[in-house]
């Protein structure tokens, strides 16, 4: 028998600090700033107010996805409509704008649209239970498709002025409505996620859906609501963006969904569902706003900029596992 | 026996699409001639090659979204190369093709195989990144027909009893993986891996191998198609296939490969392909403009994943019962 009262065993392994200090959101902070310094060096365009405001264009509206999205993904369902919601609610604001809606009655309906395409996306998936990546490839083309029918090679371009105040303006100096918006989405997701049971729930879903059930929570219920979330925030982001554009064409946002994606994978969210933080996702946006900004004030044409978020993408994902790999192999 | 095969799901796709060639002759009879459908089978050519390597992969639990970009990628590739050295023989081409579109799709598997990341993470970001080497490569320039070599152009035209070079490749290509995914030890490791990963592990199969080597298969189909692509149409440019890589899995659920993996076939594949392209086909021939397109395809997807999950529920009863009769 060994004295067990010699050994030192410490109640945790690691202390809060040295646990914040290794996480994930503070290596993606470490390369945030890493860019931004980058940048500075590299275009003496870059730390300027205003060319930073318009930067924020570059990540905004996705990241308001990304947000819901987020959640999905936790949950352990994916959404891969959301670009196409853009493009129909896009098309459906377009429609209302030409019948002569005002302004929020155009808002109106481009968010009861999105909401309907959520539904829709829910009732399958939890409705059906089918696999929600096949539905929602499935929806892709068809809300899309449906703005290709509506419009064809048309575009509506006859917004009402006051329209363009979500894309266009701005609220103080040099922060945008739409900055404003994507900050208080984050905090409202952020609290939904990580301070209500609501985002339990979530989370729990995500880890195991039959432990969930029988520990009481209505699982269908929570993905149909957040399908409902997604649907929502990509009409908020097709408000922007149309807002913004001025303009709707059927091809509006084509391949967002993906660019979404890539941000909440880079946010260190599971792609298998059950782990991830809205305080990360944050992080990733700034940090593909940045590196899409900065490459772009050196004039690199925006396809070499999806190398190096495609590089980014596996890169975080892949390194930290190579180390990993590395460290066993040294033990 | 006979209402098993009335039941099963490539009847049942078979049925569709012949009542919907049907339904199409009744008003339009030129589309049902022989000579249509000849074309209507080459148009689809490329689709059936790509679903083709795209089924063994997500038979293994995975999803390739990057085979458009690598068609795409190598078309790219065997053009320039054509316009540098104009008498390069097509064998060549056609090896390095396959070589390169197999490396490609190496390096997905290599990342899903070691590195253990997700396979749509994976082809997530390669998607992005070969679509962007594309623009590398040509500097955003197209390579027109004028300035491809006679013989790299007609290889695909070439006829051959009536059918054309692409048709005859397509059919090679579904021989071929009708054997292997039959009659060899890969591809019952394919439906082992999916079924039952764990299970899997213990019957001595190399889970994470046997996904590479499916994503090795469907990036040399990527690669065999980019060149096919690039000489039919005559033209290489960044955007070819944009998108495509949704078209082939849409071909593939629709043909009843399940997106959870082990379940599927290869004539099922044959039939979800060649369904979406008597759609695609015949659209311009109803004077449906074809804008419509992308909507129906749509629908198409959904409408047969609701089905087959439908169909697959009913099994999931009867399980014991239909275990004791095959017994």
Sequence with gaps: MTDVSNHHVPDRLTTPLQRTLRSWESLLLAVAVAIFLLNTFASPYFLNAWNLSDATFNFTEKAMIAFAMALVIISGEIDLSVASIIALVSTAMGAAAEVGVGTPGIVLIGLGVGLACGAFNGALVTGLGLPSIVVTIGTMSLFRGISYIVLGDQAYMNYPDSFAWFGQGYVFWVITVELVFFLAFAVIYGVLLHKTNFGRAVYSIGNNPVGAMFSGIRVKRVKFILFLLTGLMAAVASVCLTSRLGSTRPSIAFGMELEVVTMVVLGGVNILGGSGSIPGVVIAAFVMGLVTFGLGLLNVPGIVMSIFIGLLLIGVIALPRLWNQFRQARR | ?327
């Design chain 2, 1 to 327: 026996m006979m209402s098993q095969l009335i039941k099963s799901r490539e009847a049942i796709l078979l049925a569709a699409i012949l009542g919907l060639l049907a339904l199409i002759a009744s008003r339009f009879p030129a589309y049902v001639e022989p000579g249509n459908l000849v074309n209507v089978f080459n148009d689809t050519s490329t689709l059936i090659i790509l679903a083709m390597g795209q089924m063994c992969v997500i038979l293994t639990r995975c999803i390739d979204l990057s085979v458009a970009a690598n068609v795409a990628l190598t078309g790219m590739v065997v053009a320039t190369l054509n316009t540098l050295m104009p008498g390069l023989p097509v064998v060549a081409i056609l090896v390095i093709a396959l070589v390169l579109g197999a490396c490609l799709g190496a390096v997905n598997g290599l990342l899903v195989w070691k590195l253990q990341i997700p396979a749509i993470v994976v082809t997530l970001g390669t998607m992005t990144i070969f679509r962007g080497i594309v623009f590398l490569i040509s500097d955003g320039k197209w390579i027109n027909a004028h300035e491809m070599s006679a013989g790299f152009k007609d290889f695909p035209r070439m006829e051959i009893a009536g059918l054309p070079m692409l048709s005859w490749i397509a059919i090679l290509v579904v021989v071929c993986f009708v054997v292997v995914i039959n009659r060899t030890p890969l591809g019952r490791s394919f439906f082992a891996v999916g079924g039952n990963p764990n299970a899997a592990v213990y019957t001595g199969i190399d889970v994470g191998r046997t996904q590479f080597l499916a994503f090795t298969i469907s990036g040399m189909m990527a690669g065999l198609t980019g060149y096919l692509w690039v000489s039919r149409f005559a033209v290489a440019y960044v955007d070819i296939a944009g998108g495509f890589e949704l078209e082939v899995v849409a071909a593939c659920v629709i043909g009843g490969i399940s997106i959870a993996g082990g379940v599927g076939s290869v004539a099922g594949t044959l039939l979800g392909a060649l369904f979406l392209g008597v759609i695609k086909n015949a659209l311009p021939v109803i004077n449906i403009s074809p804008f419509w397109q992308l909507a129906i395809s749509g629908s198409a997807i959904i409408v047969a994943v609701a089905f087959n999950a439908q169909s697959s529920r009913t099994k999931g009863r009867v399980i014991l019962k239909s275990a004791e009769q095959t017994a």
